[in-house]
């Protein structure tokens, strides 16, 4: 599903990742953690296209994103969903709206469209908030929805940048059990936290990482 | 369809939010195009009427005395086969006195007892439509003159010639005019553009995570350039029109060539629809000049 093959990153002549090496199986949970500064998100956006590696290559679903092409670049992204510590919603777009736009880019008709978003809603217990804006939902609200997006295109990797950053310990609980729920479902999740309740409610593959280097990692590497 | 709807939305939500931007937009491009309009207008009533006096224009050729009405009939042939006449009328001898003793009866006595005619005979060409340029003429006219057969030839070409110069100057001073102000006008709308593009930057990056292209995030932008370039073209054409009008009022009373108003004409609806046109352009334009400096290096 994702292989990493000595990826190395620098971010303006600082080290940011080193010789990474990494293979993860379709609907693995793999759970990226260490302290800031670790690598951890800077792995999430070589794996998403938002940065693309110094030296290696990085295989999704058989494509190399280190090769891919910048017009390519969004039809990548629309295989996988990112969810955010931030959530990143529009706050005067209605929760429909915003959970809809994956949708609209894909061209989608209305009907269909409008079955997906409210799946998605029920999926993450928003459904009867539809109508509201995001503006003034709750942070762990903003963060369902924001998940809702990220799976009403049914992709097969989810990646997460701290997902429950922002979160109290119950919504962290709430959020973390979604995550599962989705990955029970047959979706790969990548997420990289420094929660440790979440890597204990998540009990994925744990990857370390330190300072750019890959410390330990509970999975296998061929 | 659903993308359709999202696009225009988009384009009239941010029009809205950046009333003030979108208002100067509109103005700078309806004053651009308003000063070029004027050119465009001037340039083309001066080109309507040097089409008019064109199409008046006579070239009188003398043939010589002497001429055989053989060789006569040689050189009416020539002129009538060339594409630039339309009509050719030949006035004989007698011809020419009769109508000067019609148009000036009370001088008629001037030439009795002369026997002959003194006028000369003369072949009235008059020129097809399709002869725009004044250069075809001079071609034809020299080609006359150079004929054994023809005295002289009579064509008032000058003045002619000096109207197609000053048509010439008004395109050169349209074409700068024009061309600084457009530069102007599409800075403004990429300033306006990049305005919307700055308080837009979250909406942008949300719209790249989830998949976006560049086209999709772009489309509503340049619907906003175009409805800005495109209103703005509209007002210059009200601009235009108000102006033309109230010159039209104001040099009724005038009798040249049977006043101003019988002359000058406003645009037809085939250049009005240009001049809107090219407000959209310039607004497009302005766009993708923003654009292109913005989404040049973002992944």
């Known amino acids: 599903m994702i292989q990493l093959f000595h990826v190395t990153k620098y971010y303006e002549g600082c080290l940011a990742l080193s010789d990474i090496s990494l293979r993860i199986e379709k609907g693995e949970c793999v759970l990226l953690t260490g302290p800031s500064g670790a690598g951890k998100t800077s792995l999430l956006k070589l794996i998403f296209g938002s940065e693309h590696p110094d030296d290696g290559q990085i295989l999704v679903q058989n494509r190399n994103i280190a090769r891919l092409r910048r017009a390519d670049i969004p039809y990548h992204r629309r295989t996988m969903g990112f969810v955010l510590q931030d959530f990143k919603l529009l706050p005067h777009r209605t929760v429909f709206e915003n959970v809809a736009l994956p949708l609209i880019i894909r061209g989608l008709s209305s009907s269909e469209s409008r079955r997906k978003v409210i799946e998605a809603l029920r999926a993450v217990g928003m459904e009867h908030k539809q109508a509201t804006h995001a503006g003034v939902l709750s942070a762990g609200e903003q963060q369902r929805v924001c998940i809702a997006r990220a799976i009403v295109n049914s992709p097969i990797i989810l990646l997460a940048d701290e997902p429950t950053g922002n979160l109290d310990p119950q919504l962290t609980t709430e959020i973390t059990a979604l995550f599962k729920a989705i990955n029970a479902r047959g979706t790969t999740v990548m997420m990289a936290t420094h929660n440790r309740q979440v890597v204990e409610q998540l009990n994925g593959r744990i990857v370390r990482l330190d300072c750019g280097h890959l410390l330990s990692d509970q999975g296998t590497y061929a | ?299």
């Not at chain 2, 700078?28 to 008046?56: D, E, K, P």
């Not at chain 2, 003429?137 to 003159?145: C, D, E, G, H």
């Not at chain 2, 593009?197 to 906003?224: A, M």
């Not at chain 2, 040099?251 to 406003?266: K, N, R």
Request: hydrophobic letters at 45%; aromatic letters at 12%; charged letters at 15%.
């Open chain 2, 1 to 299: 369809m659903k993308r359709f709807w999202y696009f225009l939305r988009e384009a009239f939500i941010s029009l809205r939010t950046h009333r003030a931007s979108t208002l100067i937009g509109i103005i700078t491009t309806a004053f651009t195009l308003t000063s070029f309009g004027t050119f465009l207008l001037l340039y083309y009533n001066v080109h309507n009427l040097i089409g008019r006096v064109q199409t008046n224009v006579q070239i009188i050729v003398y043939p010589k005395d002497a001429i055989e009405p053989q060789q006569l009939q040689d050189l009416k042939k020539t002129i009538q086969d060339h594409p630039a006449i339309d009509s050719l009328t030949f006035i004989s001898k007698n011809d020419a006195l009769q109508d000067f003793k019609k148009q000036f009866p009370d001088e008629a006595y001037l030439l009795e007892g002369l026997g002959t005619s003194p006028f000369p005979a003369s072949l009235v060409l008059k020129l097809a439509d399709s002869i725009p340029s004044t250069d075809a003429i001079s071609t034809l006219v020299n080609r006359l003159q150079q004929n054994p057969e023809v005295e002289r030839v009579r064509y008032n070409r000058d003045w002619i010639e000096r109207l197609t110069l000053v048509i010439t100057y008004i395109e050169i001073v349209a074409l700068i005019v024009g061309g600084v102000l457009a530069l102007a006008s599409i800075t403004i709308i990429a300033n306006t553009v990049q305005l919307a593009f700055y308080t837009r930057q979250e909406e942008i990056e949300i719209l790249r995570l989830i998949g976006g292209t560049n086209l999709f995030i772009s489309i509503p932008y340049l619907i906003e350039g175009a409805v800005i370039g495109g209103l703005g073209g509209g007002m210059a054409l009200g601009l235009l029109r108000g102006g033309f009008e109230f010159f039209k009022h104001k040099t009724h009373t005038l009798s040249v060539i049977g006043g101003f108003s019988s002359v000058f004409e406003f645009f037809p609806l085939p250049l009005s629809l240009l001049l809107i046109s090219a407000g959209i352009l310039l607004g497009c334009i302005g766009t993708l000049t923003s654009m292109y400096g913005w989404m040049r290096f973002r992944l």
